[in-house]
């Protein structure tokens, strides 16, 4: 292997100081910077990161763009630097770039990793062309607690759809080829049970069962690792009381002896450093050791490798061996992604100039929008409006707001580029005049005669979109929050529109889940539409006037009452489980609303409707290595096309350890004219029942399984079939 050659050649005349500086990673001083990322820790100075980088005291630079100025520094590592070994060039890349995709809960909302693998490709070219090799993403967390402000950044709640997602998004990034000029190298993020913590609280503790984290938490990281991803970032939290950060189980014995990950793992924004203030190292020095020992290869941004590992390897508390480890799985990417080989990949200036893909983009990004977008109710079949002959009052504090489109972690999108709803709309009308737009309130302030004028408009009108929810600044990181309810001042002007008596749309704008409530709740329809992206307007005029029938379905489930978090389809079985219609006083139950969600993990309408046959199964007594064929008859029994989501679903009925009432094991997004049936085939294996045991180990257990061909995780008729003894 030349590529093997050379990285020992280097590392054998490479000096300690040389070696450390392959393992920093430092924000880009040099480049047009996003400050407001992560401001606390940005203290260089541009001349001071030149200096860093002839000396071959950094490794990687992130959260810059541009590439003149990336060819800069990149020419200072290969021309000036002594051994020039080019730099790395990160950034947080996470649902688009210039073009702005929907967040990536609402393109999980999907449930089409296809089209989530379509987007990736397209940030990925525009991400390459601005100067940029890699990407801090796909998250690929599970967050089954609403509350958490991280939620918006995940695929939802469920490990299946995850690690579809997961992978898809790799493949999506990378391309093919690694190498390629366009392939934007992947890390999944944040190893591990980052979504598990403690009360949805941002870098709270987590207190994990080992067969929890391995069944639920870790098989998404497995996934994009399959599909190809050569780095992860280690997480901020502990798990059981140790770091994420510093843990040799999860970087070491897991990551690279069960799984074989060549790849490196980057800390996160000072997750190493942050060892002293978890109370796991005393000072920096110990946090270094405690951290490069346990397998974590690079530093994001703390110095600390920079400040102490070299005294360390004197003082003999660390190897050089330990050290040269970490420096070989760096170099071993900085080689596979061919940056050796073109060290000026992704830096051209002319690629960056070149605007021409824009159109595409954005006809993907619509299509994207669109195909997020979850119909959760629609009474009397309110939805889709007419383009003419119908007067409608657009009300709420995002009706003519392009601020909070994008969604958190939007940091090079492009702004000029938003498309409002009201824009949106008025472009779809046939009668443009047809629209009034009233605010009616401020995101978190009432509006001096805000109500009043609402109300007005609502009187005048045939029916209202009432455009409510949270701004972006709710969701991303340390946005936790206690009540995942509406803004007070918008819950009140949604009663006092929805008193007026016209019927109201609900046009939701939310990171999370959120516990509806109300006029909101009791609106005649409900869309879920997320942060959107560019093209927020324009698809959400595509659902509300029926050129586009909803598809989506909920990657998490829409609770009661927000007191209920954290709450999941797939939680294990009570033993006092609550049965819907057998009321029993000593049961799984709160005494203020019903156990049920309201909008469970899984549902969503379309403007059709569909009907399920009973699944019929290749046989009821699955062989130990044979495979199970599931066959399902699903019919459009509406009257105009649409698309479905079929979802299949498992439950073990007896296993050595108490198993989900449910969990997803398949779906599949079909598309049927009015009228139309299709058979829709999956197939099973015992690897699909596979669970970790009391040994932590992967088990399949022989016995009786109920599956579930169902339009959501809280419906369907249940057929069993038995896995027979080896
Ligand atoms: C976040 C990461 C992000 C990193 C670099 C951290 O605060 O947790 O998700 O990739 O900053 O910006």
Not at 123 to 139: L, Q, R, S, Y
Not at 643 to 664: F, G, I, M, N
Request: aromatic fraction near 8%.
């Amino acid at each position: 292997m030349p590529h093997q050659r050379r990285i020992e050649g280097l590392i054998a005349d490479m000096t300690l100081e040389e070696k450390i500086g392959q393992l920093g990673a430092f924000a880009d001083a040099l480049r047009p910077f996003a400050f407001e990322v992560n401001p606390e820790t940005f203290a260089r100075d541009a001349e001071q990161v030149r200096e860093q980088i002839r000396s071959g005291r950094v490794g990687a630079l992130f959260n810059g763009v541009g590439a003149a100025e990336g060819r800069e520094a990149q020419r200072i590592a290969v021309e000036e630097s002594r051994l020039g070994i080019p730099l790395l060039l990160g950034a947080d890349v996470i649902h688009g770039m210039r073009t702005v995709f929907p967040i990536p809960l609402g393109e999980a909302a999907s449930f089409e990793p296809d089209l989530a693998e379509r987007t990736a490709r397209a940030t990925a070219k525009e991400a390459t062309a601005a100067g940029i090799h890699w990407t801090f993403a796909p998250m690929v967390d599970i967050a089954r607690d609403q509350r958490w402000g991280r939620v918006a950044e995940t695929s939802g709640e469920d490990v299946y759809l995850t690690c579809e997602f997961a992978a898809a998004r790799v493949r999506g990034f990378q391309g093919a080829d690694l190498t390629a000029p366009d392939s934007l190298l992947t890390t999944p993020k944040h190893f591990a049970a980052y979504g598990a913590i403690s009360a949805g609280l941002d870098y709270n503790f987590v207190d994990m069962a080992p067969q929890t984290l391995r069944d639920v938490h870790l098989p998404p990281f497995k996934a994009a690792i399959d599909a190809g991803a050569l780095t992860l970032m280690s997480s901020f939290n502990d798990i059981n009381g140790v770091p994420a950060s510093a843990n040799r189980e999860l970087l070491t014995d897991i990551l690279r002896g069960e799984w074989k990950f060549e790849g490196f793992v980057v800390s996160d924004y000072t997750s190493d450093l942050e060892l002293v203030a978890h109370g796991y190292a005393s000072d920096e020095a110990d946090a270094a050791q405690k951290a490069l020992s346990a397998g974590l290869d690079m530093s994001l941004q703390s110095g600390i490798y920079a400040g102490h590992v070299a005294t360390l390897v004197e003082q003999g508390r660390l190897t050089m061996a330990e050290v040269d480890e970490a420096v070989r799985r760096v170099l071993h990417v900085k080689a596979a992604v061919g940056l050796f080989d073109d060290p000026y990949r992704c830096l051209d200036a002319e690629r960056e100039a070149d605007q021409s893909h824009i159109p595409v983009h954005d006809a993907l990004a619509r299509d994207c929008a669109r195909r997020s977008i979850v119909l959760l109710k629609n009474d009397g079949d309110l939805l889709p409006l007419k383009k003419s002959g119908q007067r409608i009052a657009l009300i709420g504090p995002f009706a003519q707001d392009t601020a909070n489109l994008g969604g958190c972690w939007n940091i090079f999108g492009d702004a000029a580029r938003m498309i409002d709803l009201e824009t949106g709309l008025l472009a779809a009308l046939d009668d443009p005049s047809a629209l009034t737009i009233v605010p009616g309130s401020g995101i978190e302030e009432a509006l001096d005669g805000g109500i009043d004028a609402a109300v007005a408009a609502a009187r005048g009108a045939d029916v209202v979109l009432l455009a409510v929810g949270e701004p972006h600044e709710f969701s991303g990181e340390a946005q936790s929050r206690t009540q995942i309810v509406l803004p007070a001042p918008q819950q009140a002007l949604a009663e006092a529109v929805a008193a007026t008596g016209t019927p109201v749309v609900v046009l939701l704008r939310n990171g999370r889940a959120l516990a509806l409530e109300g006029a909101v709740r009791d609106a005649q329809a409900i869309l879920v539409t997320w942060f959107l992206g560019t093209q927020t307007g324009p698809a959400v005029a595509d659902v509300v006037f029926g050129d586009y029938s909803p598809s989506a379905r909920l990657p998490v489930s829409f609770p009661q009452d927000a007191g209920q978090q954290p709450y999941f389809y797939n939680h294990p079985a009570s033993g006092r489980p609550n049965v819907p219609g057998t009321p029993r006083a000593f049961q799984t139950r709160w005494r203020e609303v019903t156990h049920a969600a309201l909008y469970p993990f899984g549902h969503g309408l379309s403007y059709t409707r569909f009907d399920y046959g009973v699944p019929q199964l290749s046989t009821g007594a699955l062989g130990w290595d044979d495979t199970l064929t599931i066959r399902t008859r699903i019919t459009n029994a509406g009257t105009c096309e649409g698309e479905e989501v079929v979802q299949l679903y498992l439950r073990d009925r007896t296993a050595s350890r108490v198993r989900p009432v449910r969990e997803l094991k398949r779906f599949r997004k079909i598309t049927l004219a009015a009228g139309e049936s299709q058979d829709v085939e999956f197939t099973l294996t015992r690897a699909d029942v596979e669970f970790h045991g009391v040994d932590n180990r992967p088990v399949a257990e022989p016995g009786l399984f109920d599956l579930w061909v169902a339009p959501s995780s809280a419906v369907g008729e249940a057929v069993s079939f038995e896995l027979l003894p080896r």
